[in-house]
Each structure stands twice: as C-alpha cells, then as structure tokens.
C-alpha cells in the first residue's frame, strides 16, 4: 500500500470545456473553480495532507488579456464564497509563485485567506499561482549564491537546495494527476516530480469529479514504487 500525503494536480482542460458546453472560455475556469471546492473538501476527508494545484503558469500571462484578468479575479470569487467552509473543514490555504508580478488586488485577497486559515491544521490547499518551475529554480540558485556570499551557508545538498525551492517544507509529492490527456508537465514542479507517480487522464477538469479522483488513488495504489532499488525478497 503507498501512503498519499501529497497530491498534485495539474488542473487542464477548463477551455474545452467550455468550448463543448458552447460557452465563454471563461465559464470553463468558473466551473473549474467549483471542482476544486468539491475536490478539496473530499481530499481532506480522505486525510491526504498536502493538495498542490496548478491555477496559474508564468507562461499563462501569454493568454488575451480578457481571460488573464478574468483568472485574476477568481481568487475572489473562490475565497468569497467558500472561505468559511475552508475554516469549517480545518484547511490551510499556501500559494507557490511569483507573488511580484500578480495584481496587487488579488495577492491582498489570497494574503487574507492564508492569513485567516494559518492555524489549520487539516489539508495544506496549495496554489501553485503565477508559478513556474525553472523560475523557481532559477531563484532558488540566486538566494543560495547570494547566502553564499554572506557566509551563512557553506554546502550544498539536494535536501538543503530543497529548502531554497518554494516547495520548502511539504511532504514529497507523491501523485501527480494531470486532467485534459495532455503527457506534459508545462513547468510544472521540475525538481519535486523526481519520483512521483504520474496519472494523465482525458477527463477535463471541470468534470472531475470525487469518483475521477478514487479511481486515480486506486491506480496510483496499485503502482509499485522502487525509488531506484529493488526488492531483494521477491526473485525479480
Ligand atoms: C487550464 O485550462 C486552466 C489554466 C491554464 C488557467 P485551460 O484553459 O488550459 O484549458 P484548455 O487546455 O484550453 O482546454
Ligand atoms: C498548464 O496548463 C497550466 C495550468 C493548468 C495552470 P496549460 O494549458 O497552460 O498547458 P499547455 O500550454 O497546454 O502546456
Ligand atoms: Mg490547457
């Protein structure tokens, strides 16, 4: 049996959604939105500890400015309608990213959420927002120099380079999900996917659903992890 303490999903498919139910690209990030209440709640119950989701890429910015503004916003509407319920359920809400670059509207509501949920101690709902790994580890190499250069640190290893990542401090991510069938991880958690198991599926995001969920846990269950060695026990 593998243990789940983090779960990271790669939430895709919003637009075509959309674009099958014949509405706005935006209705798509909308219901996508409601997934993910739905599926953090669930998540929580099934005690898994730390849920990373990908909301925002540094490369989204590349999008009209009438679907970045309109993604800018949902952070309100998210934490306006279901911030009560995260305090309910004993949710923590972090973010990963580049926090410079978001309106300064937005960063205030999501810097109110983590500071209202901070002494939860259930789920960690992670947002990856304005986040892009080679960012992250380009960052990461510039504060260790810096560091470095004042003398605070002298070495270097992979679990000290880890704690200069955004990542610092969650569990190791054991199962990526990447909705939209898309066999890609668009800068997606470079360093911390190392190990990982990998479940792509065509469901869309906005139709996933608790049930998509237990049978991605279920494959993942079933996956068998050597991390590199193997098991001297069995003959193979
Ligand atoms: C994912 O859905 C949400 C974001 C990238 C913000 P998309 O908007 O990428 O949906 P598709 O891939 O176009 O269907
Ligand atoms: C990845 O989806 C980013 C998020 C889900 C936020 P994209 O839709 O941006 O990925 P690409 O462009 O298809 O690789
Ligand atoms: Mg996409």
């Given at each position: 049996m593998n243990t789940l303490n983090h779960l990271a999903i790669i939430m895709d498919g919003n637009g075509r959604w959309a674009k099958q139910n014949k509405l706005p690209r935006t209705a798509g990030h909308y219901k996508g939105v409601e997934v993910l209440r739905n599926i953090t709640i669930y998540a929580n119950k099934l005690g898994i500890k730390c849920l990373t989701v990908y909301?925002?890429?540094?490369?989204?910015?590349?999008?009209s400015a009438d679907e970045v503004n309109y993604i800018m916003s949902l952070p309100k509407i998210f934490f306006a309608s279901y911030i009560k319920e995260l305090m309910e359920n004993n949710v923590r809400v972090m973010i990963i990213g580049d926090?410079?670059?978001?309106?300064s509207e937005t960063m205030k509501v999501i810097d109110d959420a983590i500071n209202t949920t901070?002494?939860?101690?259930?789920?960690i709902l992670n947002f990856a927002f304005n986040y892009g790994s080679r960012d992250e580890i380009v960052r990461a190499a510039k504060k260790y120099a810096q560091d470095y250069k004042d003398g605070k640190v002298n070495d270097l290893s992979e679990e000290s380079f880890a704690?200069?990542?955004?990542?610092?401090?969650?569990?190791?991510?054991d199962l990526l999900i990447r909705t939209g069938?898309?066999?890609?991880?668009?800068?997606?958690?470079l360093y911390q996917l190392a190990y990982s198991e990998f479940v792509v599926i065509d469901t869309l995001w906005p139709d996933f659903t608790n049930d998509v969920l237990d049978s991605c846990i279920a494959e993942y269950m079933g996956r068998k992890r050597n991390f590199g060695g193997r098991d001297e026990t069995k003959n193979n």
């Open positions: 909301a925002f890429s540094t490369e989204n910015w590349k999008r926090r410079e670059k978001i309106p901070k002494n939860n101690t259930g789920l704690d200069y990542l955004y990542t610092s401090g969650l569990p190791e991510v069938s898309e066999m890609r991880l668009s800068n997606f958690l």
